[in-house]
């Protein structure tokens, strides 16, 4: 059974930095596309920064320049370093994954997530 598992989130000022985990177990295939999404009460799920097959990033306007996402293919791990946090990236974060991504940044793309991390930032 495929898994995967946040964890690094928690509560920062303005300005601070943390750093998302996502260890991936049981997964079927040695490539596939990752992602992270995050939803804050009351809004939608959005794209944050995804990997693709080839380690190519994308990332969405609001985090660019403050986000890095990367991945260690020997541990199954995904990372969301996180920089210059804004009360505004106050949300659950999940981590996705998918063997075929056609559109980075939609949640319909991924068959599988975790249960995810909650960031908190205080102004």
């Known amino acids: 059974q495929v898994r995967l598992v946040e964890s690094g989130g928690g509560s920062v000022q303005a300005g601070g930095s943390l750093r998302l985990f996502c260890t991936v177990s049981?997964?079927?295939?040695?490539?596939?596309?990752m992602a992270w999404f995050r939803q804050a009460p009351g809004k939608e799920r959005e794209g944050v920064a995804s990997?693709?097959?080839?380690?190519?990033?994308q990332y969405a306007e609001s985090v660019k320049g403050r986000f890095t996402i990367s991945k260690d293919h020997a541990k199954d791990t995904l990372y969301l370093l996180m920089n210059n946090l804004k009360p505004e990236d106050t949300a659950m974060y999940y981590c996705?994954?998918?063997?075929?991504?056609?559109?980075?940044?939609?949640?319909?793309?991924?068959?599988?997530w975790g249960q995810g991390t909650q960031v908190t930032v205080s102004s």
């Open positions: 996705a994954a998918s063997v075929t991504v056609r559109f980075p940044f939609s949640s319909t793309a991924y068959n599988y």
């Open positions: 990997i693709d097959l080839d380690d190519d990033t």
């Open positions: 049981n997964y079927p295939y040695e490539k596939y596309y």
